[in-house]
């Protein structure tokens, strides 16, 4: 008994990862791998695994030429930007380390089926330990993994056998990132072994999807308000503040150094003032002296950007200046705008279905979950006040991930990360309040 008490939370996660096998591989393999082929889940995995059997077969190297995707004129994939080939990639790489070297169409198939369901389990690992430092109670992170392993709707469907996309990577670095994040603004022994790896994965995330520039935005604001939040209560927290900017440094100077060839000007323009930011985060935590700019600290990192422009200016050709800024305004109020008149399915609000407004497609995407973590995200608007950092980058996280989710389905496979998360911590409060009542 006394055995079971102190291990049997790793009965939990052992409960977890058979549920998510189950789930992801065991129970749709037949509808996947067919006696003619494997089928894939969506069109964008058709294309990703025809370019993986092209790279494979071109020895490892982006085909500058494809007639299949712009007959007769061809397409080179070595013009576009590096998101739209890097999964690619990934899946050739895959193919060929399990074929030895020498991969094959089928093989390349298999793979490209496979791993996204791989990829999908493995993500449930940061859920474990994002909930227990917050927490400090590995029972609670053992049920917040079982929870991530059950989680239906896009989490689960976009990170299964057969949708071989980016979004499966996408979850998967994410959640790393964000893991490896929270373990260096612990102070662990290990910090800076965490940084590098959070920059490194950071790094990798922008390669597959530039729309993960949302994480460096991320780790931007919270910073702002962190330091400012510290300040005002008179313990400024100048460590953890250079702990975030030293991650956006290898962030951002190893993608520019990565993908300087083809990086956007929209990308670039969206880049630069976060690198202000990140200069104006680092002087301040080394100078340490920010001790009565409070209330002036919004006035400066506004100044910050507007200085990160300035000195992106030579890098961006003027006349498309206006226009990517502009583009870039737009871009992020599309993350927040409701477009309800929307035809694709995935751009609608989560909230709307036909035309009108219901709670089916939540309930759909998280079950009870989506109402939990609605209190949740109140009890972490409260104890924010106890200066925790783990409460305090939780409830930031969480709310710049639901705000895009309300406007877009698409995001509800990253805001179940946080509502996984929220749910575990909400419950767990709830219990401890009910027991110290009694």
């Not at 193919?95 to 791993?115: E, R």
């Not at 991530?148 to 670095?173: K, N, Q, W």
């Not at 323009?269 to 002296?289: D, S």
């Not at 009108?356 to 006040?385: D, E, K, M």
Request: contains cysteine; charged residues 10%; hydrophobic residues 55%.
């Amino acid at each position: 008994m006394k055995i079971l008490k102190k291990y049997g939370w790793l009965l939990i996660i052992l409960l977890a990862l058979i549920a998510a096998i189950i789930l992801r591989i065991i129970l749709p393999w037949n509808t996947i791998f067919t006696p003619n082929g494997v089928i894939f889940t969506g069109v964008d995995a058709y294309y990703y695994a025809h370019l993986a059997d092209l790279i494979s077969n071109n020895n490892m190297q982006i085909p500058t030429f494809d007639s299949y995707f712009d007959f007769p004129n061809g397409l080179d994939y070595t013009a576009l930007p590096s998101s739209f080939n890097a999964y690619g990639i990934f899946i050739a790489i895959l193919a060929w380390v399990f074929s030895l070297g020498h991969p094959t169409k089928q093989i390349v198939d298999i793979v490209s089926a496979i791993h996204p369901a791989i990829l999908g389990i493995l993500a449930l690992i940061p859920i474990f330990f994002i909930t227990k430092k917050l927490t400090k109670n590995n029972w609670v992170a053992s049920g917040a993994m079982l929870l991530g392993a059950v989680m239906p709707g896009e989490y689960m469907g976009r990170a299964s056998l057969g949708s071989a996309d980016t979004h499966c990577l996408e979850i998967f670095l994410f959640s790393f990132v964000v893991m490896f994040t929270v373990l260096a603004l612990n102070g662990e022994k290990r910090r800076v072994l965490w940084i590098i790896l959070s920059g490194l994965i950071g790094i990798a995330y922008l390669l597959i999807w530039q729309g993960a520039v949302i994480f460096t935005v991320l780790l931007a604001i919270f910073a702002i308000m962190w330091l400012m939040w510290t300040r005002y209560k008179g313990q400024t927290d100048y460590e953890n503040t250079c702990v975030i900017a030293s991650i956006l440094s290898i962030i951002l100077i190893g993608y520019l150094a990565v993908s300087y060839k083809h990086i956007s000007n929209n990308l670039l323009t969206l880049v630069a003032p976060l690198v202000g930011v990140v200069a104006f985060l680092i002087y301040t935590g080394l100078t340490q002296k920010a001790r009565n700019w409070v209330y002036f600290i919004p006035l400066l990192v506004l100044g910050a950007i507007g200085i990160g422009l300035v000195v992106s200016f030579p890098f961006v050709s003027p006349s498309f200046y206006p226009y990517s800024l502009a583009n870039v305004i737009q871009q992020a109020l599309n993350l927040v705008l409701w477009h309800v008149s929307s035809t694709t399915a995935e751009e609608l609000p989560i909230l709307i279905t036909l035309g009108t407004v219901t709670p089916n497609i939540p309930w759909a995407y998280f079950s009870f979950t989506w109402y939990i973590a609605f209190a949740g995200i109140g009890i972490l608007a409260y104890q924010w006040r106890k200066t925790d950092i783990n409460i305090s980058f939780l409830l930031v996280w969480t709310i710049l991930m639901i705000v895009p989710t309300l406007a877009m389905r698409r995001f509800a496979y990253y805001s179940a990360i946080n509502i996984i998360i929220v749910t575990a911590w909400t419950l767990w409060v709830i219990v401890k309040f009910i027991l110290r009542k009694d």
